[in-house]
């Protein structure tokens, strides 16, 4: 009985032993097992950079027309996507201002008129009080001299101001506007019965022929556009179509730093309108070396852009790097990576520096 009893106690000791350790194996499996880890091999970026551009298109020639006075709108006599011919009735504005504006035009041109005739004579006095004094000849041409630039200036002014009553007087009553050339209306700023205001563009007119977009690019990137670069564009029929760059702006618009473009279309097949709006690209050749590699490779870890790299025992190693394109889906480095390193680009959430991973090559 006792010798029974002993071995019962024995087997279940070793059956303890052996369950203790199925559990040791298990947990120390779990806590070698490695994380897998996607890479590619980082590859040279393409010698030329792609700038994404889009844009309205437009005609060479456009206008924006606005009336010489503020009023009410009686009429628009036409409206967006008509054709006009030249010197065509467009809308008529009742001149409300007209007679107020008149007055005061009439008022500053007479101020001026006597500020003239008032300096004439006080410079003259002048230049003869010189003359009286005996004061050199240099003196009296450096009053004459005076005298003149002061009257010259002013008579200036008189003649802005004779220029602004013309345009008062022109505007007494209603006022039509008329179109400056044939073209297409592309848009109208007010609706009929509303307040058009002083030179302020109420209809936008554009010609159909020689059609060219106007886009912007960031200021860094335009010194590298010059007149004459290929653009392409996809036209709203699939059909891909060229431009040529015709101007590029001196300087960059201060509120967002980008500069100016004009591109003309090379539409011979007539597969884009008035008015279409278009996206394409220029490609521009590149300044200095680059690893292309996914966008997804990117991630954030304390405000700067880093990657996981593999080396040759499959240890991933946390690396800074500087993007500075992007072109679809890739992203260009300029440092901070070499052609072939073995770049993660799935299981980086899993990863700490210097974890060593069980890695496959993605496609």
Known sequence: MTRTKGSLIASVAMALLALGWGLTSKSNEK??????????????????????????????????????????????????GEKVSKGQALAIIEATQAD???????????????????????????????????????????????????????????????????VAKAGKGNLTLTAPFAGT?????????????????????????????ETYVSAQLSKNILVGTVATFQAPDEKTISGTVTAVAPGADNSNFKTLIRIRLNDEQ??????????????????????????????SRGGDQVVFVLDENNRAKQQPVKAVAENGDLVDITEGLSID???????????????????????
Request: proline content about 3%; aromatic content about 6%.
């Open 31 to 80: 806590q070698t097992s490695k994380p897998t880890a996607g890479f590619i091999l980082a590859k040279e970026s393409r010698n030329e950079e792609k700038i994404e551009i889009s844009g309205f298109a437009n005609g060479a020639n456009r206008a924006e027309i606005a009336p010489m006075a503020s009023g009410k709108i009686i009429r628009l006599l036409k409206y967006e």
């Open 100 to 166: 107020a504006q008149l007055e005061a035009a009439s008022a500053t041109v007479k101020s001026l008129e006597k500020t003239v005739s008032e300096s004439e004579q006080y410079y003259d006095q002048l230049v003869d009080e010189a003359k009286e004094s005996g004061a050199n000849d240099e003196s009296v041409q450096s009053a004459k001299r005076a005298r003149d630039l002061q009257i010259q200036a002013t008579k200036s002014q008189l003649a802005a101001a004779n220029g602004a009553l013309k």
């Open 185 to 213: 209306i592309i848009a109208i700023n007010e609706r009929e019965g509303g307040f058009a205001n002083f030179s302020m563009p109420l209809i936008s007119l554009s010609t159909e022929n020689n059609l060219e977009i």
């Open 270 to 299: 007539e597969a884009v309108h008035l008015g279409d709006f278009l996206r394409g690209e220029i490609l521009i050749p590149r300044q200095g070396s680059a690893i292309s590699i996914p966008r997804k490779a990117l991630i």
């Open 341 to 363: 390193q073995k770049v993660v680009v799935e299981g980086q959430q899993y990863l700490v520096n210097n974890s060593i991973t069980s890695p496959y090559e993605t496609k």
